[in-house]
């Protein structure tokens, strides 16, 4: 099968094709699992962190990928779950030990054992790919293969990081970074959320046009000052001076949820203009997003069905994962990218 694969820890800045198309074996379906045909596979910022080791895959060489749809080919020993050719959907989540206090009152994302697709284990830039049954998700008919993949990471964290906020109808959300994640999560709001307010902080204008069509009340740059003060912020950005100003423009009892598995180091010192009356005084709140639950990716597509979500997507053939991933890291952002398969 052809698989786009990550061989080492590379800085994107120098090398613009850290991973190499290689033809490897079809994986076979262990105990439990299913083998799938994989159509679409989304890209996310998360494969730049492991890419340039923030996050670094715990042995190389691996196939990156969690957002991925494909079709039943073949299910191993004791995997009846699901047909064949019954369409399924892979998360980041793509094992957790079912057994520690976390697992055991349902925040598997927080479990020690904790493995992600495309990092703990082959993902989905390939042809195929193996998962535990019991980590796939029947994909709602509603969506085409490459609307599917982006709900699958960026819907389903957003969703976990909205569910964090804890927002009500009627208060004022901003969202800082305005990607695959942001863009879905104002889809949310409006729909869960009608009366609430969505000010969106972005550094290019062409993700503030995107924000402002999609019903944000207000976009701009990333250390603008909000018209209003706001209840609560979520941040998709994978730098800290969005951190800084997000603080800032929270209201009292305000609190900010960071989406990111890591931020870079480059504007780490920005850090320092913390000031604690203006940033963190008056019970403001910071909390972080750590990977996502099944429930979590479950009840997204079903949300996604509700309102109905259609991710606005832009496709790739597999063979350009380095320019997709390129695509993100310099902000060539509308919508959410995705690589088509097969
Ligand atoms: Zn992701
Ligand atoms: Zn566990």
Known sequence: MKAMVMTGI??????????????????????????????ACGVCHTEIDEIEGRTPPPRL????????????????????RYKQ?????????????????????GRENLCPDFQATGRDADGGYAEFM??????????????????????LCAGAIGFRSLNLTGLHDGQRLGLTGFGASGHLVLLMVKHRFPKATVFVFARAEKERQFARELGAAWAGDTTDSSPEKLDAVIDTTPVWTPVVEAMRNLAAGGRLVINAIRKEGVDKDSLLKLDYPDHLWMEKEIKSVANVTRADVIE?????????????????????ANQALLDIKERRIRGAKVLRIQ
């Open 300 to 320: 997204v597509l079903k949300l996604a069905v509700e309102i109905p979500i259609k991710p606005e997507v832009e496709p790739y053939p597999l063979e350009e």
């Open 61 to 80: 060489p691996v196939i990156l990928g969690h957002q991925v749809v494909g079709r039943v080919e073949e299910s191993g020993r004791g995997a009846g």
């Open 85 to 105: 050719g019954e369409r399924l959907g892979v998360a980041w989540i793509y094992s957790a030990c079912g057994r520690c206090r976390f697992c055991l009152s």
């Open 10 to 39: 590379r800085d994107l800045r120098k090398d613009r094709e850290p991973l190499e198309l290689r033809d490897l074996p079809k994986p076979a379906p262990r105990e439990g699992e299913v083998l799938l045909r994989i159509a």
């Open 130 to 151: 193996t998962v535990n049954e019991a980590f796939a998700f029947p994909v709602p008919e509603t969506f085409s293969d490459v609307e599917a993949a982006p709900l």
